[in-house]
């Protein structure tokens, strides 16, 4: 069982950073994979970012490539999002969540457990 909370969402301007934190409990942290969705309301999950029990395989969205990093501390039970050079299209709810596999990290159908959410606004 894995529990995953989320902190660190905001108010932001464009251009701005900010980043997103997801802690999570358990003693087996370290052998699931993670990742961050993105949701708005009347739209489906979408998926941010991935990142391996290792940190070894990285994924991301190309709507977010080469602005968000995703990076994970297993001492810690820690994963991260930083997101920078943020748009107003980045606004959304954003939740990580936790799986046991590597295939399909882009489908959130295929993850475990998930978080509450925090709320990310990019003001224009």
């Known amino acids: 069982q894995v529990q995953l909370v989320e902190s660190g969402g905001g108010l932001v301007q464009a251009g701005g950073s900010l980043r997103v934190s997801c802690a999570a409990s358990?003693?087996?942290?370290?052998?699931?994979?993670m990742g961050w969705f993105r949701q708005t309301p009347g739209k489906e999950r979408e998926f941010v970012a991935f990142?391996?029990?290792?940190?070894?395989?990285?994924h991301y969205a190309d709507s977010v490539k080469g602005r968000f990093t995703i990076s994970r501390d297993n001492a810690k039970n820690m994963v991260y999002l930083q997101m920078n050079n943020l748009k107003p299209e980045d606004t959304a709810l954003y939740y990580c969540?936790?799986?046991?596999?590597?295939?399909?990290?882009?489908?959130?159908?295929?993850?475990?457990?998930w978080g509450q959410g925090t709320q990310v606004t990019v003001s224009s």
């Open positions: 990142i391996s029990w290792s940190g070894g395989s990285i």
């Open positions: 358990g003693r087996t942290f370290s052998s699931y994979a």
């Open positions: 969540a936790a799986k046991g596999s590597l295939y399909a990290f882009d489908l959130a159908s295929t993850y475990d457990y």
